[in-house]
């Protein structure tokens, strides 16, 4: 395990050969503040555990995420870890789960690849182990550097694969497009109280939720703990039910006083809230006019897709999802702007 920043540098000089990989595991279902606890890295031959928590400074790994090509397993979520934690995220990213599923693999996780392509069956135990904690256990240590250990095999495979089948194209552009969806995200939500279920409530009790969905964050926050493990997101949504009514709230009973004192002082504050500042309902998007000619187009689309999919036997909403078939078919967007070349070409649209 590299644990200083010395360590680190003298193990990225060392690498050899053009191939990079790398996974990171996060403690977000064990802490309020989610944050890379593990990097795992292989140049194919040389695989590392490197240690974040206990490394002074990672600027050596920043240093080769600025310009280097580096390969990943699902790699949408890890994008995310490096853009909060280390502020770079590879300017190329190719993406194993994107190759398989152009090949027409149907099971893409990690294990079932390794089990796909190396007739090896890896232990899933520690998959939502503590990646804070330490020392890690031998069994965490195990299953984390799997989580690189096969994937220079895994990529040999899937680039002939691709190149066979006449696909590489498709998956250089399905990588970029992966990325930069990501990029494009904001990494904070606005309004992140707008929780499913929220649209349909009334001014008082949208209050009621913003003012309990806030008080879940600061209870978790105090605790260090994710804020699933105060309450989920349908719990909030029945006790706002509840306010509305005029019924009494049921706590769990591990709740303690203070937290059960905070939440009525939070459901106060919104019940007696002015008009005036009561949160504004979003305007929906008004209906999509489902008519004959609408839903022919719709269905003239999924038979085509489908039609090309068992073709290329690979799954269906790889080439278009149904909810972008309705929106072109409602013409609420352009192809070119929410489809890929190869998809519009495989299309002939």
């Not at 053009?18 to 194919?44: C, N, P």
């Not at 974040?52 to 080769?64: E, G, S």
């Not at 009790?205 to 105090?222: H, P, S, T, V």
Request: charged share 30%.
């Amino acid at each position: 395990m590299i644990d200083t920043t010395q360590e680190l540098g003298d193990y990225l000089g060392s690498l050899k050969g053009d191939f990079r990989a790398m996974d990171l595991e996060g403690d977000s279902l064990h802490r309020y503040h989610e944050k890379i606890s593990l990097v795992q890295f292989t140049d194919g031959e040389n695989h590392q555990l490197i240690d974040p928590l206990a490394v002074d400074d990672m600027q050596p790994l920043k240093d080769f995420l600025k310009g280097g090509e580096l390969w990943m397993h699902g790699a949408d979520y890890d994008i995310v870890m490096m853009r909060r934690d280390l502020d770079v995220v590879p300017p190329v990213i190719w993406d194993t789960q994107i190759g398989a599923r152009l090949l027409g693999v149907r099971k893409f996780g990690y294990g079932n690849l390794v089990e796909h392509y190396e007739g090896v069956e890896i232990s899933k135990s520690s998959q939502k182990a503590d990646w804070s904690k330490r020392p890690l256990t031998d069994k965490m240590k195990e299953y984390a550097i799997n989580d690189v250990l096969f994937l220079k095999p895994i990529v040999e495979k899937i680039l002939a694969g691709l190149h066979e089948k006449g696909r590489y194209d498709w998956f250089v552009e399905s990588c970029e497009w992966a990325r930069e969806k990501v990029m494009e995200r904001p990494l904070e939500k606005e309004d992140p109280w707008r929780i499913a279920g929220s649209g349909k409530l009334l001014p008082r009790g949208q209050a009621y939720l913003r003012a309990l969905w806030y008080w879940r964050d600061e209870q978790a926050m105090d605790w260090d703990r994710p804020t699933f493990m105060v309450c989920g997101n349908k719990q909030l949504i029945a006790w706002v039910s509840d306010l509305m009514a005029g019924k009494s709230v049921r706590f769990p009973k591990h709740y303690r006083p203070n937290r059960i004192k905070a939440f009525h002082a939070a459901a106060d504050e919104a019940r007696q809230m002015s008009d005036e500042l009561l949160p504004r309902r979003v305007k929906a998007r008004g209906k999509r006019l489902k008519d004959e000619a609408f839903e022919a187009r719709v269905d003239a689309l999924i038979e085509r897709r489908d039609s090309v999919a068992e073709g290329l036997d690979i799954d269906s909403s790889l080439i278009i999802s149904r909810a972008l078939i309705e929106a072109l078919s409602a013409h609420e967007v352009e192809p070119a702007d929410v489809l890929m070349k190869w998809q519009m070409e495989v299309m002939g649209i």
